[in-house]
């Protein structure tokens, strides 16, 4: 069974720096697409970053682009997104994604509050 379980959320100061990570397991993370969502209060779930299987080809939302990086380990199965000077507009639930072909899973959810 796929899982991916999310952690590193937390509250963080505008400015500040928050480093999220999500483990997988029950998949070839290897061969996945791996992926940050967020969704805000009242607002659609939006995609933050992309990856690719190898890691070489990476995308980001234009609201982050240059803020945030995503990175992967595939001998760990594991990705995550360093979110660096935080805005207010970054408070969400964020989720991380995996995809292969057709299949897909999300994580739970880790909430992200950029608070003063």
């Known amino acids: 069974q796929a899982l991916l379980v999310e952690s590193g959320g937390g509250v963080v100061q505008p400015g500040g720096s928050l480093r999220l990570s999500c483990a997988a397991s029950?998949?070839?993370?290897?061969?996945?697409?791996m992926s940050w969502y967020r969704q805000a209060p009242g607002k659609e779930r939006e995609l933050v970053a992309s990856l690719n299987s190898v890691g070489n080809r990476k995308n980001y939302a234009d609201s982050v682009r240059g803020r945030f990086i995503i990175s992967r380990d595939n001998a760990k199965k594991t990705v995550a997104l360093q979110m660096n000077n935080v805005e207010d507009a970054d408070t969400a639930v964020y989720y991380c994604?995996?995809?292969?072909?057709?299949?897909?899973?999300w994580g739970q959810g880790t909430q992200v509050s950029v608070s003063s």
């Open positions: 994604h995996a995809k292969i072909g057709t299949a897909t899973t």
């Open positions: 029950g998949f070839m993370f290897n061969v996945a697409t």
